[in-house]
């Protein structure tokens, strides 16, 4: 008898522990996702005020800039005025951040400043 209570001990020990390593593999396949933002500035004045207000809700819901008006060089067709690419851990954060409230009033500005297209598009897995 004395024997089976560490053998069942290390058996809900490893059952366990294997049940937390399969969470964190399912946690690093998830793929990054990766928000476009292409510009068409209007007002340059209102756009630089729109800027800092729709960065910071970005950022602040785990947004990490990863091209910011960048300079773009056409390969093929005609390439937008400015550029951002924001990553973002996951396609649910990244609707989640443009979503916010934050965002929206600062969205206010933006679309009395610029045409945008935005899009997200998730990223391979790591």
Known sequence: MKTRHPIAVAFVAGTALGAAA???????????????????????????????????????????????????????????????????????KAEAAFYSSAYKEARKTGDEAANFRIYVIEGAAR
């Open 22 to 92: 399969i969470g964190v593999l399912h946690a690093e396949a998830r793929p990054p996702a990766y928000v476009v933002t292409e510009a068409d500035v209007m007002d340059d004045a209102l756009y630089r005020t729109y800027v800092p207000l729709a960065a910071k809700a970005l950022v602040d819901a785990g947004g990490e800039y990863i091209v910011r008006d960048g300079r773009s060089v056409s390969l093929f067709g005609v390439p937008p005025k400015r550029v951002a690419i924001i990553r973002f851990e996951s396609l649910k």
